[in-house]
C-alpha cells in the first residue's frame, strides 16, 4: 500500500494537473455540471507533493483535514498486519454517521457559492 500510493504521489507529483490534457476530468463533474467531494484531489495532491499546503487548501480542504486520519489508520492496520493481532476496535455507529454528514454537508457546500464559495476547487 505505501508503494502504491507513494508511486501515485509520484506519478501526480510529476506531472502538472492545472494543465488541460493530463488527467481525466471527474466523471461526477463531467456528467452532472456538480462537485464531488474528491474533486480538486490530484491537484492538491500536486501541491502537497510540492510543499504547496495553500494551494492544496484551495483546492481541497476536506482532504487536509482527513489526510491525518488516513494516515493513523493506515500505521494502525500495518502494525495489526505484522504483529498479527486482531482489531479490538470499531468505529462507533455514531463516527460512521459523522462523516457521512461532513461528506455530504462538504458536497453541498462546494456546490452552493451562497453557503462557502471558498470550498469550491
Do not use: K, Q
Request: with cysteine; net charge positive; charged share 5%.
Amino acid at each position: 500500500m505505501a508503494a502504491a500510493a507513494s508511486a501515485a504521489a509520484i506519478v501526480v507529483g510529476a506531472s502538472n494537473p492545472y494543465e488541460p490534457g493530463h488527467f481525466p476530468t471527474c466523471p461526477v463533474l463531467a456528467l452532472t455540471g456538480f462537485f464531488c467531494t474528491g474533486c480538486g484531489t490530484l491537484r492538491a495532491v500536486h501541491s502537497l507533493v510540492h510543499l504547496d499546503l495553500a494551494g492544496a487548501w484551495d483546492m481541497n480542504p476536506l482532504l487536509l483535514l482527513l489526510a491525518p486520519f488516513a494516515v493513523a489508520t493506515w500505521v494502525a492496520w500495518t502494525v495489526r498486519a505484522w504483529t498479527g493481532r486482531p482489531r479490538r476496535w470499531a468505529a462507533p455507529p455514531w463516527a460512521l454517521t459523522t462523516v457521512l454528514v461532513v461528506l455530504v454537508a462538504f458536497t453541498v457546500g462546494r456546490n452552493v457559492p451562497a453557503l462557502a464559495p471558498w470550498l469550491a476547487p
